[in-house]
Structures are given as C-alpha cells and as structure tokens.
Nanobody
Framework: QVQLVESGGGLVQAGGSLRLSCAAS????????MGWFRQAPGKERKFVAT????????YYTDSVKGRFTISRDNAKNTVYLQMNSLKPEDTAVYYC??????????????????WGQGTQVTVSS
C-alpha cells in the first residue's frame, strides 16, 4: 500500500507563490501517473494537473496553465506543484493522487485510487 502526504500549503497574498510537495511511502510511484486536484469550500473536487510516470508529459486545467508547474522526482518518490501568480480563486485544499493503473493517465477523479490527506492553500486579495 502506498501512502501520500502533501505539504507546503499556507497563506499567501495574491501574486505570490507556493510549492506543494507530495511524498509517497510504502511503494514506489515511478510507474504511475500522478495528479493534483483541489477542492474549494462547498464545491466538488476538481482536476488541476497531471504528469506521466516518466515526467515527460504534463497536462493542466485551463485556469492554471502558465502559472502552475507539476513535476516529479522518482528517485525521491515525490511529486511537486509549483504555483506562481496565485489568485484568490486558487484558494482550496489541494490533494495529490496516484493513477489507479500503471502507465496510464487521466484527468477524472475516478482515474485515481490513492489520495493524500490534503494541504490548505489560502490566497488573500
């Protein structure tokens, strides 16, 4: 069983930056695509970004393109989300997740079967 632990969230002013980390333990994540999702208060969890198992390809939801960067270090069993030019509408709990199938990727919540506990990101205006 793999466990995912997010860190790096916090309070930041609009225009600022944060770097989220997702550390995996228990099993390697090197053969799995990984994703970041977020959930704002009173809203459903939504896709933010995903990265293939090799790290070569990435995909983002339109609202974060050009501002967020997903990356991974398979040697460290860790995935990152660099968030720049943050906006108040980016405020949410951010979750990392592991794709349910080896060497496949997707943007649907249903494509992922292992989730971290989440880290809060709050952007003040």
């Amino acid at each position: 069983q793999v466990q995912l632990v997010e860190s790096g969230g916090g309070l930041v002013q609009a225009g600022g930056s944060l770097r989220l980390s997702c550390a995996a333990s228990g099993r390697t994540i090197s053969n799995y695509a990984m994703g970041w999702f977020r959930q704002a208060p009173g809203k459903e969890r939504k896709f933010v970004a995903t990265i293939t198992w090799t790290g070569v390809s990435t995909y983002y939801t339109d609202s974060v393109k050009g501002r967020f960067t997903i990356s991974r270090d398979n040697a460290k069993n860790t995935v990152y989300l660099q968030m720049n030019s943050l906006k108040p509408e980016d405020t949410a709990v951010y979750y990392c997740a592991r794709r349910s199938e080896i060497r496949a990727w997707g943007t649907s919540i249903n494509d992922y079967d292992t989730w971290g506990q989440g880290t809060q990101v709050t952007v003040s205006s």
